[in-house]
């Protein structure tokens, strides 16, 4: 059985501070995603990495995907309250049979303060 | 083109009723999952359907079933609810083994 420990669980910022969040597995994933949940609402794909080492950006937000493709990591620059919000990483590990497993980590809830 | 979507929003039952939820995949998009998911915890994966057959399963009981139409679209079914099955319920859709895309989800509470 895959598992994702997400850490931190919680984080509260001040606008403008920096973060980073780990998402660490002892398993070996074919690919990781990232995504953002607001309330009540579905989770928003951020981004997939599939290649240990790969680094990926988008705007404010760097995704890492670690070399063996067992952990990774979210850094945000300069939060914004827009960034409020449940963070959540996923792992897929492919099947014989031609599907995916997929597990989700943990959850790092993100409160940005203005 | 229409993301994934889901029905109801939110429903409210009683213990040991039975309910339904509704799930039309993204188009182009053959497989279906569904989840289920506490107030501020990740998702949990309860079967995933593809070719109208449940291809994979996660831990939870027989209450839980699911089918798959022709058309791709999918029903999840809980029968005999209890308290603990009050979660937001989350459908997400793929293309076989791509990246998986979430609807909003369907609030269910069980009183």
């Known amino acids: 059985t895959q598992l994702l420990e997400q850490s931190p669980q919680f984080l509260s910022i001040q606008e403008g501070e920096n973060l980073t969040v780990y998402c660490n597995s002892s398993?070996?994933?074919?690919?990781l995603q990232w995504y953002r949940q607001e309330p009540g609402e579905g989770p928003v794909l951020l981004v997939t990495?599939?290649?240990?080492?790969e680094v990926k950006k988008l705007k404010r937000l760097t995704f890492q995907f670690g070399d063996a493709r067992k952990d990774s990591s979210l850094h945000i620059t300069a939060a914004q309250p827009g960034d409020t919000g449940l963070y959540l990483c996923?792992?897929?590990?492919?099947?014989?049979?031609?599907?995916?497993?997929?597990?989700f980590g943990t959850g790092t809830k993100l409160q940005v303060i203005p | 083109d229409a993301g994934v979507t889901q029905s109801p929003t939110h429903l409210i039952k009683t213990r040991g009723q039975q309910v339904t939820l509704r799930c039309s995949p993204k188009?182009?998009?053959?497989?279906v999952s569904w989840y289920q998911q506490a107030l501020g915890q990740g998702p949990q994966f309860i079967f995933q359907?593809?070719?109208?057959?449940?291809?994979q399963r996660g831990n939870f009981p027989d209450r839980f079933s699911g089918h798959q139409f022709p058309n791709y679209s999918s029903e999840l079914n809980v029968n005999a609810l209890l308290l603990g099955d009050s979660a937001l319920y989350l459908c997400?859709?793929?293309?076989?083994?791509?990246?998986?895309?979430f609807g909003p989800g369907t609030r269910l509470t069980v009183l």
């Open positions: 996923a792992g897929a590990v492919f099947r014989a049979g031609g599907y995916q497993k997929v597990t």
């Open positions: 398993s070996v994933f074919s690919s």
């Open positions: 188009s182009g998009h053959d497989t």
């Open positions: 359907y593809y070719e109208e057959e449940e291809r």
């Open positions: 990495v599939v290649t240990g080492g």
């Open positions: 997400a859709s793929s293309l076989t083994t791509d990246t998986q895309y």
